[in-house]
């Protein structure tokens, strides 16, 4: 059982990927956003899914510092630099998505923005967790 509340009024079409809300109790986890590049802060590549994977096991292992893991998850903000790229890499992106986090999908915003700070970066996820009490 998830240890977090799924909020999703009965009369609205399935979410799919994502959660329309959660609700939790405990000790809060966030991260700063963090990047495709590795821990030696170096990207291993320029393909949108392999930035987006990267990511997603760098707030994994941040997760973990604090005694969290993916299916503490409640929030994930992505910032894109190219919304046609994920668009175009769904496939690739779900599939890394289920291989790092699981089948556990909080609440998601995804926001296209003009740049990151990082120059080759083209995502930046922000994640909140909840760990019970």
Known sequence: MSPHEILHPAHWKPAKGYANGVAAT???IFTGG???????????TDDFSGQVAQALRNVVAVLAEGGAGPEHLVRLTWYVTDKRDYLASLPEIGAAYRKIIGRHYPAMALVQVVALVEDRAKVEIEATAVVPE
């Open 34 to 44: 963090l990047i495709g590049w590795n821990a030696d802060c170096v990207f291993e």
């Open 26 to 28: 405990g000790r809060m």
